[in-house]
């Protein structure tokens, strides 16, 4: 029941900043809002103000904002609708709905940074048999706090130091244990592994594992909001390199995109984990959402962008006939999209339950 709480909150969330996006763009420029809903279906509280009908709705997965003369059919013209502004600031009202999204995915970067975040200590937990750690003497237990003479102070600081070494046949490591401290030359075996992207790489290993220490790192407010930005920007660049390689075929669709379900499934986890957690959750859908929205597609607001940069082109709008087709075609590739991804969800997590034909 939390769970399914805390889900609906997040994707009502995510959507609801959305809109707000458009809405209070739209009103600097002199659109006129006819609605702003939270939620779906059944209204259960509204108000009308300024022209503008506020509404929350029944079912709270996000909510929607409707502009007056926002398609041609219903446009008369008049200069405080959608289409009798100029293309420029149509794609300003468009544009701010997933700024916001990156925008929140930022805040919530920075707001985890600044509390505080989970991570492993440098604490050895286990050595594996014909790599160099055990060969050498490092014991379950030791510390590592250095490698080549260079502070780690986190299990991923030592990763990074470690598997950076692959050109390298030694590397000296820095223990401290029964404390002393002690400096052992440690052999580096080259290992070939998938990165985040599926793209095999090359790193070094020395054969250790992590001790189950974790402590809490926290930043100043600061040093949070630089640590922040940096965070949402490679997040960004490693999701357009991620796009990339599914468009060329060089990553699977089917192990890298994730519906509704799994989306579910993921909040129980991190919902399970605590605050930091759902925090992380909530910026990595905000920031996709936004990367997501702007793709140049129909229906999707990259895709409205397009058709805008198009009319300004032309000097003239499309057609009604034409704006159909175009998001007819839009919404069929996203209700096909919405059930490849479920497909993929139900898969993943019930792939010991479903039968073979289905797999």
Known sequence: MIVSFIFLLILGLLITI??????????????RVEKFSFGFGKRILSKKKNGTE????LIPLGGYVKLAGDS???????PDEYLSKKPSQRVQII?????????LGFLCFWLIFFIGYPTLTTKVGGLIEGFGAKNAGIQVDDKIIA???KKVYFWEDLQMAIQAK??????????????????????????????????KRNVGLIGITPKDEIVKVKHGFLESFILGITKTLDFTILTYKALWRMVTGKLSMRESITGPLGIFYITSKAASAGLVSVLHLVAVLSVSLCIFNL?????LDGGHIVLLAIE?????????????VITQIGFTLLVSLAIFATYNDLLRIFSDKLPKFLK
């Open 18 to 31: 959305h809109e707000f996006g458009h809405f209070i763009v739209a009103k600097r420029i002199g659109v």
């Open 147 to 149: 490698v080549d003479g």
């Open 312 to 324: 300004k082109i032309r000097g003239k709008q499309l057609s009604v006939k034409v704006e159909r």
């Open 54 to 57: 506020y509404s929350i709705s």
């Open 72 to 78: 041609l059919e219903d446009f008369k013209n008049n």
């Open 166 to 199: 692959k050109t390298a046949t030694k590397v000296l490591v820095s223990v401290f244990r029964d404390n002393k401290e002690y400096t052992i030359e440690v052999n580096i075996k080259e290992k070939q592994l998938d990165d985040a992207l599926g793209q």
């Open 295 to 299: 793709l140049p597609l129909p229906v």
């Open 95 to 103: 544009f701010c709905g997933p700024l916001l999204n990156y925008i």
